[in-house]
């Protein structure tokens, strides 16, 4: 699968430090369409820093960024956002009070007239979106979030994030907080993700899940990229050595000069 | 709606179950909210039902049709400053400036309706600029409205720019508007109100004739505004269910419609025909009706109502949205001081007067009371505009019913404290209520 994909996201090279501490050092990293990429290291390993760095929270130091091939320059949220990059964060930012169409829909209403929503539209493709995703769990989309379960919200927030011609999904450990069955649906969720064209980046600190889903693993350590693995050709006890003890090809911790 | 009858509801997909929502499945979710602890206005509903009874039975003339009347012209200053409260509370802030902010804006209005006399600082500043006559009504109104919108915009800069709790900063805004009232009005003491229109806003009722080229017709004109109402209410839900059932998406059931319609109907004949009986229909009754329209619309069918909610429910998701965070809160803010100000004019218009106590006493506590007494919750989030008008009302029902019943103003604290702390408490038991079916 992994030799059919289309690389949507390439990293190469990038570096980013705050202050004297350098969190990305020369680090290539990529999403291919179709394709689950995991992203698993240890805490510190520069898994959220390289995310923000894609969803534009934060501007790499240096290293290039292309997305379908092309350089581009993502400076804020909205630009990775225009791109086609959605990111579904471990808080989910799901309103609790709003039902499940204003959650899917917030930011970026439907309107009628000049000021009146157009809430018959925005169910219309909430449900359409659902539907595709083969979300059944949820009993009306008129329904708070607050009602929901851990993994319905998952689903939800998942649905917000293709809801709009994404191309590129990053799920910031969606099982972290989910039970067995729920964990089931998420994992099929992220797979019909990809199965549908979508490039997948799923950050999990949970292998059993990873080996499941993923395609391919990155392992970050320590601010660098210590080995890129194709699912089928390694195994939990490689990932676990690489995560812990992978070879540094840089000092790390110092700023290059 | 025959769909329901399909025997696996499990298999079927949202798009198909969207359109079949049965007069079953409108119950079962009503339940369903009920259980969790969800109540809506049923508490506020049984308040309003015992308050009724006890006064009523305490005193035979709190039903009357002159009382009631009292009672709509009695409650609707505090409607209208609890609407502007109801979307700070639904931010999960505070505004304790509103009492004061209000009293600023009702003694400009005096005092510009007043004109360039000597005998205040506006007058003085009038003659100054070279206006030589009073302002009349819309240019009062339009100026202390601007006035206190900025009022409102300042403190909600303060607010969100030097991230301080609202509490704090509209704590320090009702001194310093309670001090600028005291100002305003200087040594005089009272300014009276004798522009007619101003009056009119709570004085005056529609007529049960109409005159029409010095001819009397028999035509009562409360009648005639009744109707606009249930048409206007009847249209709108029925063309909301026509275009919902068009795109195929979910209806609500045609026999709640026409229930809604059919309640809306009763409850403007009843109040219509008890107030012919007395004076009339109050006008400020409408201006509060046509207020609290508006308000409704815009919170539950605008971009704008969407965004308070999702800020007041999770403000870190609605900055993830894309949200305007800090424009959205100070805009709810000078919203606040901007209804605070009408609500002002109101009160002062009954009073024909503005004096030096006005915006004092209970009516900053009663107005923050009147929405979370109807149902909207403290901690943001949670609420409806509608909570203003049936707070405001249990409000107005226990202090005119206490007053007929010749209590003392400390015997009218002590029980209106007491409605307060109740729907508090049944805010917070429902809350418990969510959180142990697991949806909190």
């Not at chain 1, 699968?1 to 050092?25: C, H, R």
């Not at chain 1, 099929?188 to 292998?207: F, T």
């Not at chain 2, 979307?87 to 804006?105: P, Q």
């Not at chain 2, 609420?383 to 226990?398: E, Y």
Request: aromatic letters at 6%.
């Amino acid at each position: 699968m992994t030799e059919n994909g289309v690389p949507i996201l390439q990293l190469s090279g990038v570096s980013k430090s705050f202050g004297a501490v350098q969190a990305l050092t020369k680090v290539d990293f990529e999403a291919c369409a179709g394709e689950v990429m995991a992203l698993v290291g240890d805490n510190g390993a520069g898994k959220s820093t390289l995310i923000k760095g894609i969803a534009g929270i934060y501007r790499f130091d240096e290293g290039e960024v292309l997305f379908d091939g092309q350089p581009v320059h993502i400076h804020s949220p909205r630009d990775a956002a225009q791109l086609g990059i959605e990111i579904v964060y471990q808080d989910l930012a799901l309103a609790d009070n709003l039902d499940v169409v204003a959650n899917m829909f917030l930011g970026r209403e439907v309107l009628q007239r000049p000021f009146r929503l157009d809430e018959a539209a925005m169910e219309e493709s909430a449900l359409k979106t659902l539907d595709s995703l083969s979300v059944t769990t949820v009993r009306s989309v008129r329904q708070a979030v607050a009602e929901l379960s851990g993994g319905q919200r998952q689903a939800i927030a998942v649905a917000k994030a293709v809801m709009w011609n994404s191309r590129l999904v990053i799920l910031d450990e969606p099982t972290a907080a989910l039970g067995v069955a729920q964990t089931r649906q998420v994992l099929d969720l992220v797979r019909r993700l990809a199965d549908k064209g979508l490039a997948v980046v799923i950050i999990s600190h949970n292998l059993h899940d990873i080996f499941e889903v993923a395609d391919r693993i990155t392992v970050l350590r320590l601010g660098q990229r210590v080995n890129l693995y194709k699912t089928a050709e390694t195994n939990q006890q490689e990932v676990v050595h690489a995560i812990t003890a992978g070879k540094l090809e840089h000092v790390p911790g110092m700023a290059s000069l | 709606m025959s769909e329901t009858e399909l025997p696996t509801p499990v298999e079927r997909s949202m798009m198909q179950q969207a359109q079949s929502q049965s007069l079953a499945d409108y119950a079962r979710a009503y339940g369903r909210r009920l259980r969790s602890g969800d109540l809506g206005a049923i508490p506020i509903i049984l308040g309003l039902v015992v308050i009724t009874v006890i006064f009523q039975n305490l005193n035979e003339n709190f039903l009357t049709p002159r009382n009631m009347v009292n009672l709509i012209v009695q409650m609707a200053g505090i409607t209208v400053i609890a609407i502007g409260v109801v979307f700070v509370l639904l931010l999960g802030e505070i505004d304790l400036s509103i009492g004061y902010v209000s009293a600023v804006a009702a003694v400009l209005v005096a005092l510009l309706l007043r004109g360039p006399t000597g005998i205040s600082g506006v007058g003085r500043l009038m003659e100054r600029l070279g206006i030589t006559e009073p302002f009349n009504w819309w240019m009062a109104v339009g100026m202390a409205l601007l006035l206190v919108a900025l009022i409102g915009m300042v403190q909600g800069l303060i607010i969100t720019r030097f991230q301080l709790p609202s509490f704090v900063v509209t704590l320090a805004g009702l001194l310093v508007w309670n001090g600028v009232v005291l100002i305003l009005i200087g040594a005089g003491g009272t300014v009276i109100i004798q522009d007619q229109v101003i009056v009119n806003i709570a004085n005056y009722f529609l007529p049960k004739e109409l005159v029409v080229n010095d001819a009397t017709l028999p035509v009562n004109t409360s009648w005639l505004v009744g109707l606009t109402i249930v048409v206007i209410f009847a249209a709108g839900r029925v063309s909301r269910w026509a275009s919902r059932r068009k795109r195929g998406v979910s209806t609500t059931p045609v026999v709640i419609i026409v229930l809604e319609i059919f309640l809306v109907t009763l409850v403007t004949t009843v109040i219509i025909y008890i107030c012919n009986l007395d004076r009339g229909v109050p006008l400020v009754g409408i201006i509060m009706l046509i207020l609290l329209t508006f308000f409704s619309f815009l919170a539950t069918r605008t971009r704008f109502g969407r965004y308070v909610y999702a800020i007041g429910g999770n403000m870190e998701a609605a900055r993830r949205a894309g949200i305007n965070v800090t424009r959205m809160r100070v805009t709810v803010f000078m919203l606040s001081s901007l209804m605070a100000g009408m609500g002002g004019i109101v009160l002062a218009s009954r009073l024909r007067s503005v004096d030096t106590a006005a915006g004092g006493g209970d009516l900053l506590l009663i107005s923050i009371a009147a929405p979370v007494i109807g149902g909207t919750s403290l901690f943001g989030g949670r609420g409806r505009v509608i909570s203003a008008l049936l707070g405001a009302l249990v409000i107005a029902g226990v202090n005119n019913g206490m007053g007929l019943l010749g209590l003392s103003a400390g015997v009218k604290f002590v029980v209106t404290g007491l409605v307060l702390l109740a729907a508090v408490l049944v805010d917070a038991i429902s809350r418990r209520g969510r959180a142990q079916s697991g949806l909190a």
